[in-house]
């Protein structure tokens, strides 16, 4: 068919009627990764040079660096030193396409509650544009092609762990990745199940320009691979043909050499590796037949550019909105939330507000009558005052605690996703925009209930929108904030106790229950949301008899509709950049 | 463009932030305040020039901040008059309010804070000319 010989970094090709030159696809030179508190690097002077069509392994002891290498890789751990290149390009300068990367890590990416087929629309939906006919045709080609069609309508959460790896690496094939990383995606696997899943990356490996490297604890299945690229206490060991393996390390099986590599520092692994006489080439084969295929390769009828951020935020919503109505436990707690908060505001009004007796206005009256008429009246205000103003808070803090349960695991819940689909191309923004929409729907349902039945249980006067507007700010506000501190914290107890704080310390400081002193009040009013929508919904009872009551018995200065609204609008955006940010940034565990 | 790995907020991000937070919610309080006051052009009314030389102040307004106290007489075609307590100087002084008939819609009630805009009229009363709940 053809020649090929390797000089440097590249490969001569040699056909007939034609001689082409062919370079690593995947260059690593003097990689390091060091971690300001470490004393030891985490990767240390690798130098890894590998082909397209090319299926390689990447093992070594716990804790030597595999997973790290791969992360490096990818571009999820930042190396401190050395170069990146893929296809002759600086990561540094031009980081891969989402679309060029395929990443599967250890964790599962597929939403358990979504079927095979969802999971895989949704992915490909997410990752690249297409109209709604050819994404079902590639997903339906995908499941062909990865022995999933038979359990397209399975549950994800149901799946054997084979079934669940097979479809994290079905869900990268959305964008046809040239460089395909999976990391330990056969671990605890039965051996037939690992024979398969090693099969089809093998097969995976044969396509055109792909580079696919799997990290892996097992020692089966070697031969399987084109090469073997051993790692200890960061270093490069080894990295060559599988044949060549035993022979290299003088062991007699490759179970052997883990306990070699342990008998030496890995520092001398890698100098021996890098003054090793003879550098082992790749079969010449593979790299011909590479070429081959580049030549003949067919045009995909999907294309491989990401989806606008429109379209993005489309389908994460529309899939958000999917797992709320398959997750009872969730959707049922929503439900219990809306209907018992506003039923127990309504237990200390159950009647009705109560009449408001006004004093005698007549300076005709004796003394005695005008005192008894005093005392009576702030009796009475203070009661009422009490009533109106209690209400008011109560239900600002029972629709913060929905808002905190709305948004406080919204980000972190799901962070290991987020984090993969990032780096599969979905934009923060898009992820964003899209829990607005989930979260909006849940904000205006549950403030627009529980004005509407308070108001009509407790009888309520004033206007019915200027109600209901601090309500629907303040819970979108502490939602937006808990989205902030989801998107900021690394666990779903750490965001759901920040949550807690959030809404907890609401009430001592929003100067309703006990007036602050002055100020205290200046510097801390602006931040606390419940103040604003108590006095932006005591502002509507302004024209009647309770308002006069509670200005009566309340020291803390009642704030305007208007700064009340902005207030509450600036702590929804001051949450929303927050998020936007936390969202943003790289969080992989 | 670098790694997706090395993209990070910067603190100076961060400070930025929050000073544009606190400049937004100081500027929403300058100007929404100034709004929420609708007579701040008006001179205060000092209860002790009142009570000093209340003719010498006919024609004139002012502005004034106090609580309802009792009603001292009704007239269908003069309004409603009140004894209107303002705080000034550390003291409660009362006022005599005459409210005119095109407020006989407000509700008004003993012990109900409100913020007026008065002129003394000819029989030395200060006459609401507008008014609004404080």
């Given at each position: ?589 | ?27 929403g309080a300058f100007f929404f305040q100034k709004d929420g006051d609708p007579y701040r052009t008006v001179e205060r009314l000092k209860p002790e020039d009142y009570y000093e030389n209340a ?80």
């Amino acid at each position: 068919m053809g020649f090929s010989s390797r000089i440097g970094d590249f490969f001569v090709v040699a056909f007939p009627a034609d001689v082409r030159i062919l370079w690593d696809v995947l260059s690593l030179d003097s990689l390091e990764l060091s971690l300001p508190a470490s004393e030891r690097p985490l990767l240390s002077d690798i130098n890894l040079h590998l082909p397209g069509g090319h299926f390689g392994a990447i093992v070594g002891p716990s804790g030597c660096g595999k997973s790290t290498l791969l992360k490096t890789i990818a571009g999820i751990l930042p190396h401190t030193a050395g170069t990146i290149r893929w296809d002759g390009r600086n990561l540094d300068e031009r980081d891969l396409a989402p679309h060029e990367l395929g990443y599967v890590p250890q964790f599962t990416c597929a939403q358990p509650r979504l079927t095979v087929r969802e999971n895989l629309a949704y992915a490909a939906r997410l990752r690249r544009s297409g109209s709604a006919a050819e994404i079902a045709e590639l997903v339906e080609q995908i499941e062909a092609e990865t022995g999933l069609a038979d359990l397209h309508d399975r549950r994800a959460g149901v799946l054997s762990g084979g079934q669940l790896r097979r479809l994290g690496l079905a869900m990268e094939l959305t964008t046809s990745p040239s460089l395909f990383l999976a990391d330990e995606v056969t671990s605890g696997l039965d051996p037939k199940s690992e024979e398969e899943i090693t099969l089809l990356l093998q097969g995976l490996a044969r396509q055109p320009g792909r580079l696919v490297l799997l990290v892996t604890h097992s020692l089966r299945f070697l031969d399987r691979y084109d090469s073997i690229t051993v790692l200890t206490g960061g270093r490069l060991a080894f990295c060559s043909r599988p044949t060549d393996l035993c022979g290299y390390f003088g062991a007699n099986s490759p179970e052997e050499i883990y306990p070699l590599l342990a008998q030496r520092d890995p520092a001398n692994w890698g100098e021996e590796w890098v003054s090793s006489p003879e550098e082992l080439g790749f079969e010449a084969e593979a790299v011909v037949e590479e070429i081959a295929t580049e030549m003949t390769r067919p045009e995909t009828g999907v294309s491989a550019q990401l989806p606008g951020l429109v379209s993005q935020t489309t389908t994460w919503f529309g899939r958000r909105l999917k797992l709320f109505f398959r997750d009872p436990a969730q959707a049922v707690l929503q439900l219990a939330l809306l209907l018992v908060f506003p039923a127990v505001v309504t237990l200390f009004a159950w009647n009705g507000l109560p009449n408001v007796k006004n004093m005698t206005m007549s300076p005709a009256t004796n003394a005695f009558q005008q005192l008894k008429d005093a005392l009576d009246f702030t009796s009475q205000s203070a009661k009422i005052s009490t009533l109106v103003s209690g209400l008011a808070m109560f239900q600002v803090i029972l629709l913060a605690l929905m808002g905190s349960n709305n948004a406080a695991r919204e980000v972190v819940g799901d962070r290991a996703i987020l984090e993969k689909e990032k780096l599969a191309g979905l934009r923060p923004a898009a992820a964003l925009l899209g829990m607005i929409g989930f979260l909006s729907l849940l904000v205006l349902v549950q403030s627009g209930w529980m004005t509407l039945f308070v108001r009509a249980v407790g009888q309520f006067p004033g206007d019915l929108f200027a109600q209901f507007l601090p309500f629907a700010l303040v819970t979108a506000a502490v939602t937006s904030l808990c989205l902030g501190i989801s998107s900021w914290t690394s666990s779903s107890e750490q965001a759901s106790l920040g949550s807690l704080y959030l809404v907890g310390f609401q009430l001592p400081l929003s100067g309703a229950i006990l007036a602050l002193p002055e100020v205290l009040g200046w510097v801390v009013r602006p931040w606390i949301s419940a103040y604003w929508a108590w006095s932006g919904y005591l502002q509507t009872l302004r024209d009647t008899r309770f308002y006069d009551l509670v200005r009566a018995v309340t020291e803390t200065p009642l704030a305007g509709s208007e700064i009340s609204a902005w207030m509450l609008t600036l702590h929804l955006v001051l949450g929303l950049i927050c998020a936007f940010f936390g969202i943003r940034r790289s969080d992989w565990r | 463009m670098s790694r997706r790995a090395h993209r990070k907020p910067s603190p100076a991000l961060w400070l930025a932030f929050f000073a544009a937070f606190s400049l937004l919610g100081g500027l929403g309080a300058f100007f929404f305040q100034k709004d929420g006051d609708p007579y701040r052009t008006v001179e205060r009314l000092k209860p002790e020039d009142y009570y000093e030389n209340a003719n010498s102040l006919k024609g004139n307004t002012y502005q004034v901040e106090g609580t309802i106290a009792n009603s001292l007489g009704w007239s269908q075609e003069k309004g409603r008059l009140f004894s209107f307590r303002v705080q000034h100087g550390g003291r409660d002084r009362p006022l005599p309010l005459l409210i005119p008939p095109r407020f006989r819609e407000i509700n008004l009630q003993k012990g109900q804070k409100y913020r007026l805009k008065v002129r003394v009229n000819d029989a030395a009363l200060l006459e609401v000319e507008e008014m609004s709940k404080a």
